[in-house]
């Protein structure tokens, strides 16, 4: 069995009692909650993504500098976040749903007529094969259709990664914030449900198993990634893992990868389902607002501890 599993979403076989696809995906979750989608049909969104996402990267710093993300308004180019109080060595672009970003929270560099469209219908497929996955994970956990978790793309947010090999800041810049760690992205878990992501060819996502310790997740053309995050750990009562993460440093060649968060409904509150914790919840419930806040104001700024863990929340 692949220590990554790839499940071809459009097998109508998939959900089918003793499905090895589905068994393969279960044992993944169990052990370090990643798995490789295919069938999805999306080829072409995904490259035209890819295709403005290099060229904003590829611009004058200027020109990303000019819609940085502030403290008050948390969406746009970033490239001094940390993870585990490190800086990572990447640069980001945050945008939320564009077709529901009607009190213009979301920032889009100028100059490129296409960039704003091709996010926006990247976005809008990534809902819908979210939730297709979510759904499809919920029946590995043998829930019943009826009493399901739902994600909400008006909260999910994506994210453009790009890993050079040098620090993009300047040294005056570097002056003023945390040094570098030793990896492009450290150790961490998503906080959502699930995460959907791309990746270029360029490797050096590592997954940390039970059982085999730190494993690559390699590049395969147009196949999704699937993670799981805390949301999900805490409402399957830790019968599925939030998986622990990281990107190895660049050293020679760029990286870019995009993630889909897909996260619970803004009022949510997060429990362990009925069914996972008939012996006992492992957690408390807990407001899915207080969580995130949380974890966007660990990786905005140093706050003196490592960032905020689902684990807080775990009743013995």
């Known amino acids: 069995m692949d220590l990554v599993p790839t499940i ?38 995904f490259d035209r993504m890819w295709s403005e996402a290099a060229a904003f990267f590829a611009a ?12 008050e308004r948390p969406l746009g180019y970033y490239d001094r976040e940390l993870t585990k109080q490190k800086r990572d060595l990447k640069e980001v672009f945050d945008f939320m749903r564009p077709a529901a970003d009607r009190k213009g929270r979301n920032q889009w560099p100028t100059g490129r007529p296409h960039f704003e469209a091709a996010m926006n219908d990247f976005y809008e497929a990534m809902s819908g094969l979210a939730a297709d996955t979510l759904d499809l994970v919920q029946t590995a956990l ?18 453009l990664n790009h890993y050079p090999v040098g620090d993009p800041l300047t040294t005056e810049e570097r002056s003023a914030v945390n040094g570098l760690g030793d990896m492009a992205l450290h150790h961490h878990t998503d906080p959502g449900l699930i995460t959907l992501l791309l990746q270029d060819s360029t490797g050096g996502l590592q997954a940390l198993s039970r059982a085999n310790g730190w494993i690559d997740v390699p590049p395969e053309r ?4 699937v993670n799981i995050g805390d949301a999900m750990q805490a409402f399957s009562n830790d019968e599925y ?51 995130i806040q949380a974890r966007i104001d660990d990786n905005f700024k140093d706050l003196g501890a490592e960032d905020t863990q689902v684990d807080v929340y775990r009743v013995n």
């Open 142 to 159: 043998g829930l019943p259709e009826s009493d399901r978790i739902n994600g909400d793309p008006s909260t999910s947010n994506v994210r």
């Open 222 to 225: 147009h196949a999704v990634i």
């Open 8 to 45: 071809n979403i459009s097998d109508p076989a998939l959900k089918e009692a003793g499905s090895k696809q589905l068994t393969a995906l279960d044992h993944a979750c169990r052990d370090h909650g990643f798995f490789l989608l295919t069938g999805h049909g999306l080829d072409q969104v």
């Open 241 to 291: 893992r939030a998986a622990v993460h990281r990107v190895t440093p660049m050293n020679n060649a760029d990286r870019m990868s995009t993630p889909y968060f897909f996260n619970p409904p803004a009022d949510a509150t997060i429990a362990p389902h009925p069914v996972l914790a008939s012996t006992g919840a492992r957690y408390r419930p807990f407001a899915w607002r207080e969580f």
């Open 60 to 71: 004058p710093r200027d020109e990303r500098l000019a819609i940085l993300r502030t403290e």
